[in-house]
DNA sequence: CCGCATCCAATTCGATACTG
DNA sequence: CAGTATCGAATTGGATGCGG
């Protein structure tokens, strides 16, 4: 009998949470699936909601998103033209895991800060020590 | 009373997660924390333990973690000079949320590929559609 | 209103060479 | 063994202008 107890992913399962973190960890994807998951949305709408996002990466997401089937970009030919941007059953599966990771990034993202600023202090400090150290090799 | 069936994040909160993905999110770290999450590990055995990892790259993400207090950097000097890598306490916590992103990942991705495949086979047909179409403005 | 195309700056990353 | 340093290629992202 093997050991399983600890679960071992083999490099070609990770290769695949790799591939899914790829197209929700950039920049904008999680702030619009989190504004889609309250509800759908036109484009100018998302866009304002969002901050900071430029047209051109919130197309590029958007696009992104709707390719792996996790939005749904429905286009009303009127005029002016209107399209609205809605999850799909698989984007809003993807709510759960999110919603955990979320949880451990508020609870946890003050420690990271202070870890964040021991090791920067730390290696201020390193670059403080003189070059030659020890005697005696 | 306001509604508090969905809930809503904040973009603060949303923003928080995004740091955490940009922190996870990359090509490498991901893989390093699954093989750190299995046992401690040096350097070179990292390195050929994840496949494709230049040595660059290795080093710059296990300093991305270091740094964020994910993992633990133990120095000894012996010669050769021998460096472990393990997950702290704080990286180990974190396991439980990537494994839920891991399930979703490992359940969802079939899903994904038809979607993928589904999307750039419409695409590659709306090229091949006359441009002139409609008569009547 | 929605979004694509182009140009350009910044960042990222692999390859390579060198150090303690 | 475990890195650092440097360089060029590739990718990314903002700004702007045009088109349906």
């Not at 309250?38 to 709408?45: C, H």
């Not at 709707?66 to 399209?83: A, F, K, N, Q, W």
Request: charged share 30%; hydrophobic share 40%.
């Amino acid at each position: 009998m093997l050991d399983t107890k600890t679960v071992h992913h083999p490099t070609s399962e990770c290769l695949k949470v790799t591939e899914v973190l790829a197209r929700i960890g950039d920049k904008w994807s999680i702030l619009l699936i989190a504004r889609l998951g309250e509800r759908s949305m036109r484009f100018n709408e998302l866009r304002r909601s969002v901050e900071g996002v430029s047209q051109r990466m919130l197309t590029l997401t958007l696009r992104g998103l709707e390719r792996d089937g996790l939005i749904m970009r429905t286009v009303t030919s009127s005029i002016p033209p209107r399209v609205d941007y809605a999850l799909t059953p698989l984007g809003r599966s993807l709510l759960a895991p999110v919603e955990e990771l979320t949880k451990w990034a508020l609870e946890h993202r003050p420690t990271v800060e202070i870890a964040r600023r021991e090791f920067d202090a730390k290696v201020a400090d390193d670059m403080d020590e003189p070059v030659i150290s020890l005697r005696r090799g």
